[in-house]
């Protein structure tokens, strides 16, 4: 004797309503499995530690005199270029003026 796909169907409705399942009786794809998923954003945030940024902690701490070499070196090619002709080009003072 085979069960009635309209018994079955009930019997499907119930247990979604006793365990608090989405009734999808067409099988339709709803991303149901990844909203009930965890979050990875806060673990992997603590996973990663936070980089050192050499210019917040001379900003934070002047009395170190520290020196940011690589900020140095990068002021000094665009001075550099500037020199030769290769720099950006000035910035627009009125709308018109820009290309």
Not at 44 to 67: D, G, H
Not at 74 to 79: A, G, K, S, T, W
Not at 82 to 89: M, N, S
């Amino acid at each position: 004797a085979a069960i009635r796909p309209v018994r079955l169907a009930a019997l499907t409705r119930s247990r979604c309503s006793i365990f608090q399942t989405a009734y999808n009786p067409t099988s339709a794809r709803t991303g149901a499995k990844y909203l009930r998923a965890r979050l990875r954003g806060p673990s992997m945030v603590k996973y990663y530690t936070p980089e050192a940024n050499i210019a917040q902690i001379m900003r934070q701490w002047p009395e170190l005199e520290m020196r940011n070499f690589a900020e140095e070196e990068r002021l000094q090619d665009v001075e550099d270029k500037k020199k030769r002709g290769k720099g950006a080009p000035k910035k627009a003072k009125e709308k018109g003026k820009s290309r």
